[in-house]
């Protein structure tokens, strides 16, 4: 490859400081005195949206026809790994038959609450997932050469002021969900760009948090390549730079490339800083310059095809009383609902794809069956059409089956405004409820980015979630409606029974730009399962036409210590009669901990496809992070010594198998005592026996009383809480405080 360094010493203070932003809105700039050209980006993260002259960032003017793959919030469903990778190099082979040299994207914000209007464009509320699926998104796209946006880095959960509102977090839950979202993708696939929030992170902007940009993301997490602004999040351009932002997108018209010149001038940015920055640039260029294959051709209908393909195994089936579903072919079915004609299958904003094609679930269900239709509601409308309304409840009372298409329209969410509540529109609820009345084999087809309420759920006998499933989506759904293809998807995030439930409710959005993460560590089931609610659907929750048993839980150690790996293994079988996948999860638990911990925390799953009577062993390899919780006070991932649990699940909520280890730690923590260390916390140190039998014989021998069995254990319960300071009160000077003091910096 050239030599990014030498280029760079050939260039002028100017061109360097050129660099650093945006020739246009998706172009880098080029420097033709060197013969340096520019190279594009394009938004990502699920297709190809390359603009030509009129660009914009929120998805309103036209881009290329490309192809739409299944948004974050349905891939996240496959839980498949080798399936994102699929999809990611189909993305990447379109970038380079276009000369895009990065797809923006993916996305791997938490959904912290339901209410995110990005939360489609998300992967979870767990971070283990949600890094896990980017890393191999990642992986799919960079393997053609082209670069990936790991985005929106850091804590950007809502959209509401996006690009003014701080995320206050504390310490470890930015460690153990926020940044953990992203660390896994960073260590291990290495993106070539990662993209940072336009919001701030305790105070300071993502895009001037040198914490953040330098420290975390290159020296602890290793990360080699460069930083984005994410579109116009630059607040102070020398600030930027100075905490490791390299790239300015898109441009500040030359504005901020002169406060670069000027602060190099005056001596308020070392040109070294600058230099690292532009070579930075650089390698993103060459490196796809000098390696693109520019044979790669763009097949639109092959790439459509794998899109459905991928759309099959998002799909979660979330009900199937009496085995409606798979619908029997022949019967008389009614289609209710304009998404059945025009699905809503992909979100509004920086992602929003121009389709080629899309595909219907009615036109896609008509070699299966005699299908009638009725439009049943306005889309982009709240209240209820009562023609339409008489229309659906006709067609549905005249059919053996009835199913409903519903979900959120583009009014409802979207990037740039957030949820105001968490229910579809009434006119579709209604019309669920009335169909339902007339109608007792009743089906309803969800078309949502995000979570919702179902007020009606009782009252019909299945329910398909697809989520924004791309441009595959209606073939997809009819193919699992008619059994041609059985369902394979979980969810990747909780679906509350209402959106109070929700442990972001009571902080929402925030106060003005100020928004405290209060729950902390407890998003999604981490709060459900510990506070032992209800919910509407768990996370890892979904069915399938066939039925898988558990067998055969094995570790490879009961004892190990925290720096050991452990691998687990599990046979699953299909005990049903059709082939079919199950997605097995592995969730952690820490018996006993001294530190406030989850119930449970997902750290492994895998998804196996068996054909009937088959039975497969899954295998897992845990090690100390699958058992850690961030320790603050030594500013790393901790085990605690003790039991832990292996729990096996069908979801989090459905867990089959369970097995104890004991982890041992290999560190000791650092102890911190003083005068008004309690006598309590003394009894947990084993080192503490000696001290505890002088301070014992001091202390009781100044009683009276009896001092028999029971009530020196009651005592002891007593003292439990009792600072050190407070026994030279208590026994007339006996005990002085140069005896405590000898005895503590001993132990210490
Ligand atoms: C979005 C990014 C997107 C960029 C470019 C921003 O508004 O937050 O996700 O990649 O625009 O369109």
């Known amino acids: 490859m050239i030599d990014v360094k030498e280029l760079v010493s050939k260039m002028t203070l100017e061109e360097k400081a050129s660099m650093c932003s945006g020739g246009d809105f ?24 390359k603009q030509d002259l009129n660009a914009d960032h929120l998805g309103i003017n036209v881009s290329i026809k490309a192809v739409c793959f299944p948004s974050a919030c349905a891939t996240a469903c496959s839980f498949d790994k080798e399936l994102i990778e699929t999809m990611g190099k189909a993305l990447g082979n379109e970038c380079l038959a276009e000369d895009v040299s990065t797809i923006l994207g993916p996305g791997c914000n938490i959904k912290r609450s339901p209410l995110c209007g990005r939360n489609f464009e998300y992967f979870s509320e767990d971070p283990y997932l949600a890094s896990n699926m980017a890393k191999h998104h990642i992986l799919g796209v960079q393997s053609t050469g082209i670069a990936t ?25 930015l460690r153990e969900i926020y940044l953990c979202a992203f660390e896994t993708a960073i260590k291990e696939a290495q993106p070539k760009t990662v993209m940072c929030s336009y919001n701030r992170i305790n105070g300071t902007f993502a895009s001037e948090n040198k914490r953040y940009l330098t420290d975390i993301l290159r020296d602890e997490w290793g990360f080699k390549g460069l930083v984005v602004s994410d579109w116009g999040a630059v607040n102070n351009r020398i600030d930027a730079l100075k905490a490791g932002l390299d790239l300015e997108m898109p441009s500040s018209g030359g504005v901020n490339d002169r406060l670069i010149i000027k602060a190099v001038k005056d001596g308020n940015l070392s040109e070294e800083v600058l230099n690292t920055s532009v070579e930075r640039i650089l390698t ?6 000098e390696n693109r294959n520019k044979d790669a051709k763009f097949d639109m209908d092959s790439d459509h095809a794998l899109a459905e393909k991928i759309a099959q195994e998002c799909i979660v ?9 798979p619908l029997q072919k022949g019967k008389k079915i009614a289609y209710i609902g304009k998404f059945a004609k025009a699905p809503r299958y992909q979100g509004g904003g920086s992602s929003h794809i121009n389709s080629y094609k899309v595909s219907n679930a009615l036109d896609s269900s008509k070699d299966f069956a005699e299908i009638t239709y009725a439009q049943g ?21 005249d059919s053996d089956v009835a199913v409903i298409f519903a979900g959120l329209p583009d009014t ?71 059994g041609e293809v059985n369902p394979s998807g979980k969810l990747a995030e909780t679906f509350p029974i209402k959106l109070q439930d929700n442990p972001s409710y009571l902080t929402g959005f925030g106060e003005g730009d100020e928004v405290n993460y209060s729950e902390g560590i407890f998003v999604g089931y981490r709060y459900y399962d510990k506070k032992d609610m209800d919910v509407l659907f768990p996370f890892g929750y979904g069915l399938s036409y066939t039925t898988f048993e558990y067998s055969n839980l094995q570790v490879s150690s009961e004892k190990i210590k925290d720096i050991d790996t452990l691998t687990v293994t599990v046979d699953i079988t299909n005990t049903g009669s059709m082939a079919g996948k199950e997605i097995v999860q592995l969730y952690v638990q820490d018996v006993e901990s001294s530190v406030i911990r989850p119930i449970k925390e997902l750290k492994g799953f895998e998804k196996v496809s068996l054909e009937p009577n088959e039975t497969k062993t899954v295998t897992f390899t845990l090690n100390k992070r699958s058992f850690a919780y961030y320790n603050v006070d030594i500013k790393d991932w901790h085990v605690e010594s003790g039991e832990f649990r292996i729990l096996i699940g069908k979801s989090s909520r ?49 009683m009276e009383g009896d001092m028999g069995e029971g009530t020196q254990e009651m005592m002891l319960q007593m003292l439990k809480y009792n600072p050190l300071r407070a026994f030279i009160s208590f026994t007339n000077g006996k005990i002085s405080s140069s005896f405590i003091e000898e005895n503590l910096k001993e132990l210490m």
Request: proline share 3%; glycine share 4%; hydrophobic share 35%.
């Open 377 to 397: 509601y306005d889309t982009n409308q709240d209240a209820t059409n009562s023609e339409l309304l008489a229309e659906a409840i006709e067609v549905a009372k």
């Open 412 to 482: 409802f969410e979207s990037e740039g405004f957030d949820r105001s509540h968490m229910d579809m529109p009434n006119c579709q609820n209604q019309l669920i409820e009335k169909v339902a009345e007339v109608q007792p084999n009743t089906v309803v087809v969800l078309h949502n980015g995000s979570v919702i309420t179902m007020p009606w759920l009782d009252k019909v006998k299945g329910v398909v979630e697809t989520y924004l499933t791309g441009q595959g989506s209606g073939s997809a759904v009819s193919k699992i409606l008619f």
């Open 149 to 173: 946006s790991l985005k929106h880095f850091l804590a950007n959960n809502q959209e509401h002021r996006r690009m003014s509102t701080s995320a206050n977090i504390d310490e470890r839950t």
């Open 654 to 702: 459905d867990i089959v198998l369970t097995k104890s280890i004991y982890v041992e730690s290999s560190v000791e923590l650092p102890k911190h005592y003083h005068m008004n260390t309690t006598y309590g916390d003394l009894v947990c140190d084993p080192n503490a026996k000696d001290f505890l039998k002088k301070l014992n014989n001091l202390y009781f021998s100044e």
């Open 317 to 325: 089936l979330l009900k199937n009383d009496d085995n409606i579903l």
């Open 26 to 49: 998706w172009h880098t700039k080029s420097v033709e005195r060197l013969g340096i050209p520019n190279v594009m980006l394009s938004d990502g993260p699920h297709g190809l949206r």
């Open 284 to 289: 993103l260029m060459y490196q796809y310059l």
